[in-house]
């Protein structure tokens, strides 16, 4: 069994920081992308950040400059730095990964449980 846990979401105010944190475990073989995503209320999920495992990232254009994903594949980690926070930003932030049980297994979509952020004026 495979889960995602994320940490990290909260209240901050426009043009502050945070980072959100999420950790892959279970019976992990290997990881291929990892990435983050987030909805808003009445809206459709939308991918904010990916990172491969060759660690190229790509970023939505509403948060190039501003957002960071990274990942640490020793620790099945990946994080999501946010600076200059906008009240645009606030959503529901979830975690995904492309995930392995076995060798000569299939990459599975496995999601975190979801953390909210909300930044204020």
């Known amino acids: 069994q495979v889960q995602l846990v994320e940490f990290g979401g909260g209240l901050v105010q426009a043009g502050g920081s945070l980072r959100l944190s999420c950790a892959a475990s279970g019976n992990i073989f290997s990881i291929n992308a990892m990435g983050w995503y987030r909805q808003a209320p009445g809206k459709q999920r939308e991918l904010v950040a990916s990172i491969a495992s060759g660690s190229s990232t790509n970023y939505a254009d509403s948060v190039k400059g501003r957002f960071t994903i990274s990942r640490d594949n020793a620790k099945n980690m990946v994080y999501l730095r946010m600076n200059s926070l906008k009240p645009e930003d606030t959503a529901v932030y979830y975690c995904?990964?492309?995930?392995?049980?076995?060798?000569?297994?299939?990459?599975?979509?496995?999601w975190g449980q979801g953390t909210q952020v909300t930044v204020s004026e």
């Open positions: 995904n990964a492309q995930i392995a049980r076995y060798s000569g297994d299939y990459y599975s979509e496995y």
